[in-house]
C-alpha cells in the first residue's frame, strides 16, 4: 500500500529532476495565488446573492412524504388542447390515497401525463400540505415522487464499484467530485446569482477546481503539472470562443419559463453571460479526461523508449490523441444529445425543417455549446502534448543533446 501512495503521490518518477519540480512549483504557486487573488476579487457578500422566497415555506405551508395506499382512474374531463391552445395529454387523471409520514390520510389527483408513467400502490411521493389560518382540514396536493432513498442507494453502489475498480484513485476521484460540486456550490453560483461577471467566474472557477482536482486525484508531479498546463489551455481557448460564439449568433439564455422566473428573482444576471459561462464549465470533464490521458501517454511513450528524441514522442503521442479526439468528439455529442432528449423529440415531432429546428434558441444554444467544446477539446490536445513532451524526462540515449531540441531528429517514418 506504501508503495502504491508513493506512486500516486508521483514520488520517484520525478527524481534527479528537483530544478524543473521547483520552477513548475514556482509557477504553479503563483498561478494558485493569482487564482486565489480573483476568487476573493470575485466572491460575493451575502447580501448581493439573490434570493426568493421558498414557496413552500410560507404560513401553512409545508412539504410531506407519504406512501401510495390505493390508486384509481377518474375523469378529469380534459380535451386534446389546454387552454393555452397548446397540445394536451389526454386520458384519466389519478386520485392517489396517500398516508403521510405524519399519519395523515391524504387524497390528491395527479394529471394524465404523471397517470400514464405508472403509479402503483406502496411508491414514496412527495406533497405540499397546505393549512390556511383557521381552516378545519388540511388540503393536499401532489408535488413529485420520492426520490431520495434510491438515489442515495444508486450514489452509493457507484461509490463502492469506483473504490473497488479504482482503489486509492477512485476514492480520491470521489473526493474530487465533492470538490467540485462544493465549489460551484459555494462560489460559483453565488457569484452569478450576485450579478458578478459570468465569464470571469466561470474561468476562475473552473481553474481553480482543476488546480486542486488534478493534484489530488493524479498526485503532485511534472506529468501532472503538464495536463493542469493542457487543461488550462482548453479552458482559456474554450472561454474565448464561447465569448465570441455567444454574441455572433445572439444567444440570450432565454428559451423558457425557467429563465424568465430567474430573470424575475434575480435582475442583475445577464442570462447571455451565463450561456458563455455554462460553455466553460459543460466542457470541462472530458477536456480534463483528455490532458491526462495525453500527458500520460507522453510518460508512458517515454518509459518504453528512453531513447526517443521529443519530436518522436511528441508524434507517437498525437497518434494516441488523434484517436481519443475522434472517441471524444461523439462523446460529448452523445452526452448532449442525452441531456436534451424531451426537446430533441419535441422538436422532431414538429413539422419544421431541421436548419429552422437548429436556429432556436433552446436548440442552437446546445449546438454552440456543443462546438465551442470540442473545438477547445480538440486544440487542447496538441497543447498538452508538446507541453508533456517538453517536461517529459530526457532521452537516455547519449547520441541526444540533453535539451533535445527539436531539430537533432527527421519526422518519425510511423507518422507517414
Request: proline content about 5%; glycine content about 10%; aromatic content about 6%.
Amino acid at each position: 500500500m506504501t508503495h502504491d501512495l508513493h506512486s500516486h503521490l508521483g514520488i520517484g518518477e520525478d527524481r534527479g529532476r528537483r530544478g524543473l519540480a521547483t520552477v513548475l512549483a514556482g509557477v504553479v504557486g503563483a498561478l494558485a495565488l493569482v487564482l486565489g487573488v480573483a476568487a476573493w476579487v470575485l466572491w460575493p457578500d451575502a447580501d448581493d446573492v439573490a434570493k426568493a422566497p421558498n414557496p413552500y415555506g410560507t404560513q401553512g405551508v409545508s412539504l410531506v412524504s407519504g406512501t401510495v395506499t390505493d390508486v384509481r382512474a377518474v375523469d378529469c374531463g380534459g380535451g386534446s388542447v389546454g387552454p393555452d391552445g397548446l397540445p394536451a395529454v389526454q386520458g384519466d387523471c389519478g386520485e392517489l390515497l396517500v398516508r403521510t409520514a405524519d399519519d395523515e390520510s391524504a387524497t390528491v389527483i395527479v394529471q394524465p401525463a404523471v397517470f400514464r408513467t405508472g403509479v402503483e400502490v406502496g411508491d414514496s411521493v412527495e406533497l405540499v400540505r397546505v393549512e390556511p389560518e383557521g381552516a378545519a382540514e388540511p388540503t393536499f396536493e401532489f408535488l413529485d415522487f420520492d426520490r431520495g432513498v434510491p438515489l442515495v442507494w444508486l450514489g452509493l453502489a457507484c461509490a463502492v464499484v469506483i473504490v473497488a475498480v479504482a482503489r486509492w484513485r477512485g476514492l480520491l476521484a470521489i473526493g474530487g467530485v465533492v470538490a467540485t460540486i462544493g465549489a460551484i456550490v459555494v462560489f460559483v453560483l453565488p457569484a452569478l446569482l450576485a450579478g458578478e461577471n459570468p465569464l470571469a467566474v466561470a474561468v476562475v472557477g473552473s481553474s481553480t477546481i482543476m488546480l486542486f482536482v488534478l493534484y489530488l486525484v493524479h498526485g503532485v508531479s511534472i506529468r501532472t503539472t503538464a495536463a493542469l498546463f493542457g487543461t488550462l489551455i482548453g479552458i482559456a481557448l474554450t472561454a474565448v470562443l464561447g465569448w465570441f460564439t455567444t454574441g455572433w449568433t445572439h444567444l440570450t439564455g432565454i428559451s423558457s419559463e425557467d429563465d424568465q422566473i430567474l430573470m424575475a428573482v434575480a435582475g442583475q444576471i445577464s442570462l447571455s453571460g451565463v450561456v458563455t459561462a455554462s460553455m466553460v464549465i459543460a466542457g470541462l470533464g472530458v477536456l480534463n479526461d483528455v490532458t491526462v490521458t495525453q500527458a500520460s501517454a507522453v510518460w508512458e511513450l517515454r518509459a518504453a523508449q528512453p531513447e526517443a528524441s521529443r519530436r518522436s514522442t511528441f508524434l507517437s503521442a498525437m497518434r494516441i490523441g488523434r484517436d481519443h479526439i475522434a472517441s471524444s468528439v461523439y462523446t460529448l455529442v452523445f452526452a448532449y444529445a442525452g441531456t436534451a432528449m424531451t426537446v430533441l423529440l419535441l422538436v422532431a415531432a414538429y413539422d419544421r425543417s431541421l436548419l429552422e429546428i437548429a436556429g432556436t434558441e433552446q436548440v442552437g444554444a446546445e449546438i454552440a455549446r456543443t462546438l465551442v467544446g470540442l473545438i477547445g477539446l480538440v486544440l487542447a490536445v496538441p497543447a498538452t502534448t508538446a507541453i508533456a513532451a517538453a517536461l517529459a524526462p530526457a532521452p537516455s540515449d547519449p547520441a541526444h543533446d540533453p535539451a533535445d531540441v527539436i531539430r537533432d531528429e527527421g519526422p518519425d517514418p510511423r507518422s507517414v
